[in-house]
């Protein structure tokens, strides 16, 4: 079964940092680009950091998390991962990864695949 799951969302302070994992089961994530978007309530869904298919995927960030957030693979554990720093309210989403995204945090395909999301509150 083809499966995206996400994990390591949570109640975060201001300024602080938190990882949030996708990981893959029924096939290989290194195959894709994946992509993190993010969707706060009543907000339009917003593509954050994408990485392209491959060891040496390039990566693209929206301005908005540039030089905060990072996104990497983990080949062993058939995951992909976003790491937040000096996380702030206007981060507070929902946050899902995808499958056949591009280099612009475009999904490519109709069958690209999606986990079931992530809460990630940011809040004193």
């Known amino acids: 079964q083809v499966q995206l799951v996400e994990s390591g969302g949570g109640l975060v302070q201001p300024g602080g940092s938190l990882s949030v994992s996708c990981t893959a089961s029924?096939?290989?994530?290194?195959?894709?680009?994946i992509g993190w978007f993010r969707q706060a309530p009543g907000k339009e869904r917003e593509g954050v950091a994408c990485?392209?298919?491959?060891?040496?995927?390039?990566?693209m960030y929206a301005d908005s998390v540039k030089a905060r957030f990072t996104i990497s693979r983990d080949k062993a554990k058939n995951t992909v991962n976003l790491q937040m720093n000096s996380l702030k309210p206007e981060d507070t989403a929902a946050y899902y990864c995808?499958?056949?995204?591009?280099?612009?945090?475009?999904?490519?395909?109709?069958?690209?695949?999606w986990g079931q999301g992530t809460q990630v509150p940011v809040s004193s």
């Open positions: 029924g096939f290989t994530l290194d195959y894709y680009g």
């Open positions: 990485i392209t298919r491959g060891t040496d995927g390039e990566t």
């Open positions: 995808a499958t056949d995204v591009g280099i612009n945090c475009n999904i490519e395909t109709d069958e690209a695949a």
